[in-house]
């Protein structure tokens, strides 16, 4: 059940970064590493979610970045 939840969460961030016109793989594989690196948190399902809130707090503060480049 916890693997369906992982799953989700990568489709999920990828769509999202589709949507704004962001690289899915990139944003889809980001995620699917955050949710592999969690496996070594020992508290079930907790440790999902934890990495897609990371996720989405980086992707976000991103978005809101301003754009560095010439004017």
């Known amino acids: 059940m ?3 939840l992982a799953i989700g969460a ?3 961030m990828a769509r999202i970064a589709s949507y704004e016109n962001e690289s899915a793989l ?3 594989g980001l995620t699917g590493f ?3 690196a969690s496996f070594l948190i ?3 399902y907790l440790r999902v979610i934890i990495a897609v809130v990371a996720v989405f707090i980086f ?3 991103r978005k809101l970045a301003p754009k560095s480049g010439p004017k």
């Open 59 to 61: 992707y976000f503060v």
């Open 34 to 36: 955050a949710v592999a």
């Open 26 to 28: 990139t944003w889809g």
């Open 10 to 12: 990568v489709v999920m």
């Open 42 to 44: 020992p508290i079930p």
């Open 2 to 4: 916890e693997l369906l």
